[in-house]
T-cell receptor
């Protein structure tokens, strides 16, 4: 079965700093999804990546999928307190099933 | 607001109680999902419905019983639960057409089993 490992598990940064969260799959990904979750709430869809080498940006968040389609990174530029939350990556394998990582807890200190 | 609503948001029940969780989507989607989110664990898929038909049951104990009367509504009926069933239960929806469509999640129901 496909497994997704996220690193780091948690991250504390000062407001204004850049940061990167990684997501590594044990198998080739046929779709990679990034979500954000406020504690105890639902997931908010951020971005989807499908092609090797693909990169997408929305406001100050950029997500990339490597050429081999097994690793993705989420980069936040000039972080703000509003970026705080849990970031989850979800990946589809060849069986189209969606598997999630355990999440990365981001704290942004003002 | 993601277009997916869940009620109740919080639920406390005893092990002998029977309760139901409700999910409704206003996005015109035709696939709906139940997930369980426990502390320190990845999100676990429980059930999948496509066009009201159950297409996946991820080895979920029979004390959880899903129901999908139409493409917009999904229920999870609960009975004789165990304390380890305490978790955040999330509902999601998506389009079926195209296997890579993203899922949209509701806010979840925080369930505590005493």
């Amino acid at each position: 079965s496909q497994e997704l490992e996220q690193s780091p598990q948690s991250l504390i940064v000062q407001e204004g700093k850049n940061l990167t969260i990684n997501c590594t799959s044990s198998k080739t990904l046929y779709g990679l999804y990034w979500y954000k979750q406020k504690y105890g709430e639902g997931l908010i869809f951020l971005m989807m990546l499908q092609k090797g080498g693909e990169e997408k940006s929305h406001e100050k968040i950029t997500a990339k999928l490597d050429e081999k389609k097994q690793q993705s990174s989420l980069h936040i530029t000039a972080s703000q307190p509003s970026h705080a939350g849990i970031y989850l990556c979800g990946g589809r394998g060849s069986n189209y099933k969606l598997t999630f990582g355990k999440g990365t807890l981001l704290t942004v200190n003002p | 607001e993601t277009g997916v609503t869940q009620t109740p948001r919080h639920l406390v029940m005893g092990m002998t109680n029977k309760k139901s969780l409700k999910c409704e989507q206003h996005l015109g989607h035709n696939a709906m999902y139940w997930y369980k989110q426990s502390a320190k664990k990845p999100l676990e898929l429980m059930f999948v419905y496509n066009f009201k038909e159950q297409t996946e049951n991820n080895s979920v104990p029979s004390r959880f019983s899903p129901e999908c009367p139409n493409s917009s509504h999904l229920f999870l009926h609960l009975h004789t639960l165990q304390p380890e069933d305490s978790a955040l239960y999330l509902c999601a929806s998506s389009q079926v057409r195209g296997v890579y469509n993203e899922q949209f999640f509701g806010p979840g129901t925080r369930l505590t089993v005493l």
